[in-house]
């Protein structure tokens, strides 16, 4: 029976909705930056192509995995239910200090900076004016999300699919022009006599990054167990294809050569098909995206406060639902706060964006890794319990997406430098808040079923 409490979350997501807002998650600005870094570390065109095409089935078997979770388990906190049930509260409430403070707002201030980049090239607000555009579209979307969950879903719906004919006209011109390769004006690729392929991908996965977000929405989808792996599943395969031809049609448009040299891809491509007018379209097209991606990330991110603040007694003004708006707003509140302080220290650094990526990637990684795992404890751990949908090939396919985290996250520890051992440092300043947990958790009186429950 549906939940009528509007002090809690509501099933108010249809799983049309929920394919919009995960496919915004991910289709943002890295499709613009990474391409011509991929392009660097592989040593020919079908390489490259190939990579983008392997990173797309990686993104696939993660979500097999999450879709697994998230219909038997199907929770507003997400990854930090899925730790709980499986490693218990502590595990879950270091996680969500993790994200509330290094994961989802680090990733909400390299957004938020991307858009300041290039809102800076069409309105220069002086040598802050990255940070301060990026500020304020923090505060701005935050204000969209907190007036109300059907605004925020609303507004997410049209910059989606702005954004989705955005990329199919760079597709169209891409696949359309000839294969040229103009000079680029400054270049930041790598030689090809110093390609690794392990490189390319990180850079690809990196560019995938951001569809685990759907676990979150299973709180307010619409029969959330039948309908979570729909999402996930459909939504994956909507970004597979629109990645594999945007590289297609830069590589079409550019040549590989030309990716190397070029530190604008789609700026680049606009301009050999259409001159110079292209730079602007293109320019307004990355603005148009990383606003999908920041009002994305800032819907689901407050949704992990809000479950932590369930188990925590410092935290419990966090812990409430805003029944008018059906949002969590003070969650909200809380992580706009934290990520506009990560935008003035990213403010200071030569490269507030990179800097924001290299805090958040090992934690990130770390944990995904752990997400992963969890699903073998929770399979053993409560074996009658009901799980709508099922992985296909376990153990198989659980065992690749764990083996990939953990490759990622050793690769992230030995390039990130200091940006992510800062990462790892709050990490590890969170563990105090352990001593102020509940002795009798909310959520696990209220949403941790038995398995005599699960099977009726």
């Known amino acids: 029976m549906p939940n009528q ?127 301060l555009y990026a500020a304020m579209g923090v505060v701005l ?16 719906i049209v910059i989606t699919f702005l954004e989705i004919g955005v990329i199919a006209a760079l597709i169209g ?16 690729a790598s030689s090809p006599e110093n390609a690794a392929l392990g490189m390319a991908m990180i850079f690809v996965l990196l560019t995938y990054g951001g569809w685990n977000e759907a676990a979150y929405l299973t709180g307010e989808l619409k029969d959330a ?37 070029s530190d604008a891809v789609a ?24 606003l999908s991606t920041l009002n994305a990330t800032i819907f689901t991110g407050a949704r992990v406060f809000y479950a932590m603040a369930q188990d925590l007694t410092v935290l419990k003004w966090m812990g409430i639902w805003n029944g008018r708006g059906k949002t969590p707003a003070n ?12 935008i003035g220290l990213g403010a200071i650094t030569r490269d507030g964006f990179k800097s924001m990526v290299d805090y958040t990637a090992p934690v990130f ?14 399979r053993r751990r409560y074996p009658k319990h ?16 764990c083996a990939t985290c953990l490759y990622m996250l050793y690769a992230s520890v030995m390039y990130t430098g200091i940006a992510g051992l800062t990462g790892l440092l709050v990490l590890a300043v969170g563990t105090p808040i352990l001593l102020f947990k509940r002795k009798e958790p909310v959520s696990s009186r209220a949403d941790a079923p038995s398995d005599a429950a699960a099977i009726k």
């Open 225 to 261: 167990p039948r309908n979570i792996a729909k999402v996930l599943v459909t939504g994956t395969l909507i970004l597979v294809t629109l990645y594999t031809l945007a590289n297609v049609a830069l590589l079409s448009a550019l040549g590989l050569e030309g990716l190397r040299e």
């Open 141 to 156: 979307l935050t204000g969209v999300n907190i007036i109300g969950t059907t605004e925020s879903k609303n507004l997410q």
């Open 331 to 342: 969650g909200q509140i809380a992580q706009c706060i934290i990520a506009l302080a990560l």
């Open 5 to 131: 409490n509007p002090s809690q979350p509501q099933g108010v997501l249809s799983v049309f909705d929920a394919i919009t807002i995960t496919v915004g998650l991910v289709v943002g600005v890295g499709i613009f930056r990474t391409p011509s870094i991929v392009a660097a570390n592989v040593e020919s065109e079908w390489v490259f192509v190939a990579v983008w095409i392997v990173g797309g089935l990686v993104t696939l078997i993660g979500a097999l995995c999450y879709a697994e979770l998230s219909a038997a388990h199907p929770h507003a906190g997400g990854e930090y239910h899925f730790l709980s049930r499986a490693y218990g509260k502590s595990v879950a409430m270091l996680f969500g200090w993790a994200r509330c403070t290094v994961i989802q707002t680090g990733a909400i201030a390299a957004v938020a900076f991307m858009l300041g980049d290039y809102l800076a090239t069409l309105l220069p607000l002086g040598p802050y004016g990255p940070a």
């Open 173 to 188: 011109f891409g696949l359309l022009s000839a294969s040229e390769s103009p000079a680029a004006t400054t270049s930041v």
């Open 365 to 378: 990684w770390g944990f995904l890794l752990l997400v992963g795992l969890a699903l073998f404890v929770l």
């Open 267 to 290: 700026a680049d491509m606009m301009r050999a098909v259409t001159g110079p007018a292209g730079q602007v379209a293109v320019t307004v097209a990355i603005v148009i995206a990383a």
């Open 386 to 401: 009901r799980r709508p949908y099922q992985v296909p090939f376990y153990p198989l396919t659980p065992i690749i997406f």
